[in-house]
């Protein structure tokens, strides 16, 4: 018999496989893409992981809102300067600047994700600004979490 898995773990785990990949995910936790999935949908059937998930998501945004301001600042003050200043203007740094500042951009629009689907679970309609997700949490298209796991 399997041990229990606390939903802070699932929690954790499937936030950090939203902003990697669940691969990595997988191999941070020592699981299996699988139970990765599993826990994924434990999201919308059992609300003690839900309510990890959505306090794990609140913490990071607060770190999150803390800091990108001031990436996003840097990146662009750099890349400016890079155009402006032809000492500090080399293609590789342009470059990998510019890969920081989309990777940065991409991390934001991943928050934004997590919260509709973090909406979606606890019963909130999807906005239509994302279309591409399902409208409802337990598959069924009626916007609700399902009740009971399967």
Request: glycine letters at 8%; proline letters at 5%.
């Amino acid at each position: 018999m399997a041990a229990a898995v606390s939903p802070d773990l699932m929690a954790q785990a499937v936030i950090d496989a939203a902003i990697t990949s669940v691969p990595a995910a997988a191999e941070k936790y020592g699981v299996t893409r699988k139970t990765i999935y599993v826990w994924r949908k434990a999201v919308g059937s059992n609300p003690a992981v839900l309510r990890a998930v959505t306090e794990k998501k609140a913490a990071a945004d607060r770190a999150w809102a803390e800091q990108i301001p001031a990436c996003l600042e840097a990146c662009i003050d750099y890349l400016h300067r890079a155009a402006v200043e032809s000492q500090n203007k080399t293609p590789e740094m342009v470059h990998a600047i510019a890969g920081a500042l989309k990777m940065v951009s991409e991390v934001a629009a991943t928050w934004k994700v997590l919260d509709v689907h973090l909406e979606r679970f606890r019963g909130g309609a999807v906005p239509k600004v994302l279309p591409f997700l399902p409208a409802g949490g337990n598959g069924n298209g009626d916007g609700k979490a399902a009740a009971t796991g399967e």
